[in-house]
């Protein structure tokens, strides 16, 4: 996109995404909760829906790729203080590259999270995780950029 990312201040996610950070950093065969994700995206979750994820489980690392499966997930949460309809796809899953400046998560197209409003619809493509700052990037929408200093 042409446009500048919406740019939103977190510090408060900087020691969860540096423990991010470093299970993605870690050999294959490690996994993260799904819930993680979620919370570094800057979504908020009420407790119900945060249970639901949980159930999900981990998120499964392997040498270069992703995966977590499970019930498709589809909720009301709020994000940049609107309310969008949040849904995980049954299966997630897509390309993990461990770089040095910070991993980066790659989501097959329909293996992600999307966002709808109305008629609107964006689907998660990717994730980089960087020590100062996580950037969040959507199919067809504003990507994100979330300040962690």
Do not use: C, Y
């Not at 950093?25 to 995206?41: F, N, T, Y």
């Not at 499964?60 to 589809?74: D, E, T, Y």
């Not at 197209?109 to 999307?114: A, E, I, Q, Y």
């Amino acid at each position: 996109m042409f446009f500048e990312p919406v740019r939103i201040r977190r510090p408060d996610l900087r020691p969860e995404v540096r423990a991010l950070i470093g299970v993605l950093g870690s050999p294959a065969g490690s996994g993260v909760p799904l819930m993680e994700l979620v919370r570094i995206m800057g979504i908020s979750v009420s407790a119900g829906f945060q249970d639901q994820i949980t159930a999900r489980g981990l998120l499964h690392l392997a040498h270069n790729r992703f995966s977590n499966v499970g019930p498709p997930i589809r909720r009301a949460v709020r994000l940049l203080g609107t309310e969008v309809q949040l849904h995980l796809a049954a299966e997630l899953q897509g390309s993990l590259d461990r770089r040095p400046e910070g991993p980066r998560l790659v989501f097959d197209p329909d293996h992600s999270v999307s966002l709808t409003k109305l008629l609107f619809r964006t689907q998660l493509r990717q994730l980089d995780l960087r020590e100062h700052e996580v950037r969040v990037d959507f199919s067809g929408a504003q990507d994100l950029l979330i300040d962690l200093t």
